[in-house]
């Protein structure tokens, strides 16, 4: 190869490398500085401090309490322990609904597929059945028919009472009952942070309200790294 071919050969690698990691970089400080984090829900108080002789204000939002369930696997698991720095995607259930259940399991597994096994150690994803006779079995003869990931997608149950109070007083669910004997479930999908906190609300019915979710994961693992890099 000549001289004046080689330098062109090398140029054009150099810039078939340095073009699209440019771009990357400058599309990745653009969209980071322009894309809105999902907003935090469920405000409990405003707490306030002398700073530098002025007074500042943040707002302090709702914790998620533990729970403890038993998953598909038969695995007794917290979701704050057990899923610690994790973002939770959360919904409600049952095996033997026919209609709103199985369209709203199919939507999360959509969501469910936006991320690679790569990512397990980012989102996980909760779906907790409202019914006492959802045994493990039949956990996880549902979880079959949507997923083979019974790592990554857990199916739970537990306590009705436990259950009821964590979807009403915990996720804020709006909940046509007074009793967990009332319980149906809400076709709400809940986006829950590392420290969780609420950052989302989703309609489980509407797919294009669910591609949301997975934007919401990504924008919330960002914002972690961003904090964490402070």
């Not at 050969?9 to 809105?36: D, M, Q, R, T, W």
């Not at 907003?39 to 707002?59: A, I, N």
């Not at 598909?72 to 609904?97: A, H, M, P, T, W």
Request: overall charge positive; glycine content about 6%; charged content about 25%.
């Amino acid at each position: 190869m000549s001289s004046k071919k080689s330098k062109g050969f090398l140029i054009g690698i150099a810039v078939a490398v340095l073009l699209p990691l440019s771009f990357f970089l400058y599309y990745n400080k653009s969209v980071s500085s322009a894309l809105n984090i999902p907003k935090f829900y469920r405000p409990e108080k405003v707490d306030s401090q002398l700073v530098d002789g002025k007074m500042k204000y943040d707002t302090v939002f709702h914790t998620l309490k533990d729970i403890q369930l038993t998953n598909q696997l038969g695995q007794q698991v917290s979701l704050n322990k057990d899923l610690r720095g994790k973002i939770l995607v959360i919904n409600f259930f049952f095996s033997k609904c026919p209609t709103v259940c199985p369209a709203m399991t199919h939507n999360i597994q959509g969501v469910v597929k936006a991320f690679d096994k790569k990512s397990r150690d980012l989102v996980q994803f909760i779906s907790i059945s409202v019914d006492p006779n959802d045994s493990v079995p039949a956990l996880r003869a549902y979880a079959n028919r949507f997923t083979t990931q019974h790592d990554r997608w857990w199916f739970l149950t537990g306590n009705q009472q436990e259950i009821f109070d964590y979807a009403k007083n915990e996720l804020g669910l709006k909940l046509d009952a007074e009793t967990p004997d009332e319980f149906i479930h809400s076709q709400q999908v809940v986006l829950v942070d590392t420290f969780r906190n609420i950052r989302g609300y989703y309609d489980g019915l509407d797919g294009h309200a669910l591609t949301k979710v997975a934007d919401g994961v990504i924008l919330l693992d960002l914002e972690k790294r961003k904090n964490h890099n402070k």
